[in-house]
């Protein structure tokens, strides 16, 4: 074949090509009639309702797709949430996390980005509501009380706030490791209460946790504001308190007045609140919130406690007022024989206090 004759059937077969792909039916570059009604399934399971023309581009409908074909697949309906927002059908986004997360046995981290979703949309009460449902899924967890505690300040509910934030301060593990967030959302909630002297202590319990890290230009400007506006006493600390500590268990029992009735108690840091039994309450005439419902971590487990307020707290010459604290159950609030609380930061974070392996030293900040 001559030269000529091989380069006419080269553009001939180009052309047959170039045919078959222009002319091929509009079924081959379109969503197929299975395609459209998988992608309508998946939207209807996720109680979506979107326009034709978004549903049908990518990567919206890439993911649909996705969740046509495995209906459980994680990380699709995680993309699927960020393709809708960028889309700006945030609301939209929010309902397809939270119905996915109902019509796959329950996933916490779709109802999570749903409940970031639904918090900048401001609609402060379905954010607490789907924060409660990240709480049954993960009762021990800090993430779901922490939302709520967002979502419940941000909607006005106060009280709900600081029992929601306080949960999450105890359900955390490593308190080393604490983001500020509870904190500062506690001493908000404090400060719109109008109690900004209760609004110190998260602040300075936060600072005492890592003073090196925490204690910086932004806590000292909160604290002396908060005290401030508060004209908050500062607490009595005539001079330096010193305690042995036990061995071999490291453990510091201290002989404490609450509203003048003798108690003893176990320091601890790692508690949030000062902790009291119910029984050793009642005779210390202690203000408790009834309504108020927080989650603690004990060395019995979980349990649950209400809110309450010492008049005063006093440690030798060590003085404090109006401290927060908790109150649990006898029966749930077991410290040990003859110990009736946890003296924790609400009262010893307004001190200084240094810890060797020997001595406790308590004595007033300077």
């Not at 401290?323 to 040990?336: E, I, R, S």
């Amino acid at each position: 074949m001559t030269r000529s004759g091989i380069t006419g059937l080269a553009l001939f077969l180009s052309f047959l090509i170039a045919s078959a792909v222009f002319s091929a039916p509009a079924a081959a570059q379109s969503p197929s009639a299975a395609d459209t009604e998988g992608l309508l399934a998946v939207m209807e399971r996720l109680s979506l309702k979107l326009p034709t023309n978004i549903y049908e581009s990518d990567p919206i409908r890439q993911h649909l797709w996705e969740l046509s074909r495995e209906r459980c697949d994680q990380t699709a309906i995680t993309n699927l949430g960020k393709a809708l927002e960028n889309a700006g059908y945030r609301r939209e986004a929010s309902t397809a996390l939270v119905r996915y997360s109902e019509t796959c046995g329950g996933h916490a981290p779709a109802l999570r980005a749903a409940v970031v979703i639904l918090l900048r949309l401001s609609d402060y009460d379905t954010a607490a509501t789907v924060a409660s449902k990240v709480i049954e899924l993960e009762p021990f967890g800090s993430a779901g009380y922490l939302q709520r505690g967002l979502a419940n300040e941000r909607g006005g509910l106060l009280q709900k706030a600081i029992d929601d934030y306080t949960t999450a301060i105890e359900m955390f593990g490593d308190k080393q490791k604490i983001p500020s967030a509870s904190y500062f959302g506690l001493a908000r909630s404090y400060d719109k209460l109008g109690q900004p002297c209760d609004a110190v202590l998260p602040i300075e319990t936060w600072v005492s946790l890592n003073p090196a890290q925490n204690d910086s230009t932004q806590t000292q400007a909160m604290i002396a504001s908060y005290r401030s506006k508060g004209k908050c006493a500062p607490p009595v600390a005539p001079s330096e308190e010193v305690f042995a500590v036990s061995t071999p268990n490291n453990v510091v029992k201290l002989p404490v007045l609450i509203n003048g009735t003798r108690g003893l108690f176990l320091l601890d840091t790692g508690a949030t609140f000062v902790s009291l039994r119910s029984s050793f309450a009642q005779k210390a005439k202690v203000q408790i919130d009834p309504n108020s419902v927080v989650r603690l971590h004990t060395a019995n487990g979980a349990s649950t406690a209400k809110r309450g307020r010492a008049a005063t707290i006093q440690l030798r010459s060590l003085q404090a007022k109006e401290v927060p604290l908790v109150v649990q159950d006898d029966a749930k609030g077991l410290f040990g024989e003859g110990v009736d609380g946890l003296l924790g930061m609400s009262f010893l974070s307004r001190f200084k206090l240094t810890v060797d392996a020997r001595n406790v030293r308590i004595s007033a900040r300077k």
